[in-house]
């Protein structure tokens, strides 16, 4: 059942990336178990799952397992906290979610993964891709570029520019690919380095440069990943 796992997947992303504040974060972080956050956020995830799957019965024992094991590897995580890096936490934190999430699914039915999708189905990957492409696209850079401060880097910035300079090309992207015109991507590199260019050469700061080529390539290389994997799905 290609739909159930899609409904579950969005379920995930917009529970994990979208509905959750940094304060809801921060507040599990600091009081685990007894965190009014905690629950909320399980709870919200159960309630996503059910709602997406329109309240199934049958579906109940595969939402309870998928629900216990969220708490269950959230409550390790921050447990971990201080053990672990941070940005190994979150990958391997999300990397569980799926494989369990994608198993529980694997389990329970008997799922044809190659088959086509049917055009009523559509709509869930537009919708899982631009929630990628955005909030769990912007989460994933912020965790692999943490390793680097950016606190002793001179000049002002608009607040959340960068985030949202990112998101608006990552959009552009995946339109490009899926239009099939690549030739865009060229251009949109070529006018982004223009704009930056007075920028970095007047900060004279080697490591900027590199910050924003690495920040760069990732997001270039997500977007390009999430369309691909959009038009596979659509196919």
């Known amino acids: 059942m290609i739909t159930t796992l899609l409904q579950f997947l969005l379920a995930h992303f917009l529970g994990d990336f979208v509905l959750q504040?940094?304060?809801?974060?921060?507040?599990?972080?600091?009081?685990?178990?007894?965190?009014?956050?905690?629950?909320?956020?399980?709870?919200?995830?159960f309630l996503?799952?059910?709602?997406?799957?329109a309240f199934k019965v049958k579906l109940i024992p595969v939402i309870?397992?998928?629900?216990?094991?969220h708490l269950i590897i959230d409550v390790i995580k921050i447990k971990l906290k201080h053990r672990v890096p941070a940005s190994y936490l979150f990958f391997?934190?999300?990397l569980l979610h799926l494989l369990i999430l994608v198993g529980a699914l694997g389990l329970y039915f008997d799922i044809n993964w190659i088959r086509f999708l049917n055009p009523s189905e559509h709509w869930i990957i537009w919708i899982l891709a631009f929630i990628m492409l955005t909030s769990v696209s912007a989460v994933i850079l912020k965790v692999a570029l943490s390793k680097w401060?950016?606190?002793?880097?001179?000049?002002?910035?608009?607040?959340?520019?960068?985030?949202y300079i990112g998101i608006l090309e990552r959009l552009f992207i995946f339109g490009f690919?899926?239009?099939?015109?690549?030739?865009?991507?060229?251009?949109?590199?070529a006018a982004k380095s223009i704009f930056r260019?007075?920028?970095?050469?007047?900060?004279?700061?080697?490591?900027?440069?590199?910050?924003?080529?690495?920040g760069t390539l990732l997001s270039y290389g997500l977007a390009i990943m999430i369309a691909l994997g959009a038009l596979w799905a659509l196919r």
């Open 21 to 45: 504040t940094t304060k809801w974060v921060k507040d599990k972080e600091e009081k685990g178990l007894k965190s009014i956050y905690l629950w909320m956020h399980i709870g919200i995830h």
């Open 48 to 53: 996503l799952m059910f709602v997406f799957t």
């Open 64 to 69: 309870v397992a998928i629900g216990l094991s």
């Open 92 to 94: 391997g934190d999300q």
């Open 149 to 163: 401060d950016l606190m002793t880097f001179e000049g002002e910035a608009l607040e959340k520019a960068g985030l």
């Open 177 to 189: 690919v899926v239009m099939g015109y690549w030739a865009g991507i060229g251009f949109l590199i």
């Open 197 to 214: 260019f007075s920028d970095l050469s007047r900060s004279k700061d080697r490591k900027l440069t590199e910050y924003v080529l690495i």
